[in-house]
């Protein structure tokens, strides 16, 4: 396992199109592992690959309910809405009020390749939205209502 460097806006690997994975070996079990170290050495709530220079369809989160690695996500349904604040560990010092989905049902598959589905509700649903925006070069900077620049006294 090992940390990997987390690309900042600017980047342009963060703005292209993650290609699906279609190959379940043991390289892509590196990722997700060093994904997730990476993600909890940073405090993140969702890490997606293209954050660490992969463009794969790859994305692990964890909203203090356990860790979820998720291959090839989709959402499959989407119920309600809700204006929330959320930031990125490639974009710091900047936070923003981005209107999702209250619950989505997605579906991907595990690290193996199994099929798997899972349904999350706000903060959860939140961090789905996010980290599969990610893969489609999406950042929550292109959706927020409004940016709120923090005071840079804070880190
Ligand atoms: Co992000």
């Known amino acids: 396992m090992a940390i990997r460097k987390i690309r900042q806006l600017g980047d342009e690997v963060l703005r292209k199109k993650s290609k ?13 592992e060093d994904m997730a ?21 790859v994305v692990v989160i964890d909203v203090g309910e356990g860790l979820i690695e998720l291959v090839n996500p989709e959402i499959m349904a989407e119920e309600g809405e809700v204006v929330g604040v959320e930031g990125c560990l490639s974009i ?3 936070t923003g009020e981005v209107a999702r ?9 595990n690290s193996k390749g199994e099929f798997i589905e899972l349904e999350g509700e706000d903060l959860l649903a939140r961090a789905l939205c996010h980290e599969i925006d990610h893969l489609d ?7 927020a209502q409004r940016i709120i620049e923090e005071d840079s006294e804070e880190g």
């Not at 699906?20 to 997700?32: A, P, R």
């Not at 070069?137 to 959706?143: A, K, N, P, Q, V």
């Open 37 to 57: 170290e990476t993600m909890k050495w940073a405090n993140g709530v969702g890490l997606a690959a293209p954050q660490v220079g992969i463009l794969k369809r």
């Open 101 to 109: 989905p209250k619950k989505v049902k997605v579906r991907a598959q």
């Open 137 to 143: 070069g999406i950042l929550f900077i292109d959706r």
């Open 92 to 94: 710091p010092g900047i």
């Open 20 to 32: 699906k994975v279609t190959v379940f070996d043991e390289k892509l079990k590196e990722l997700i």
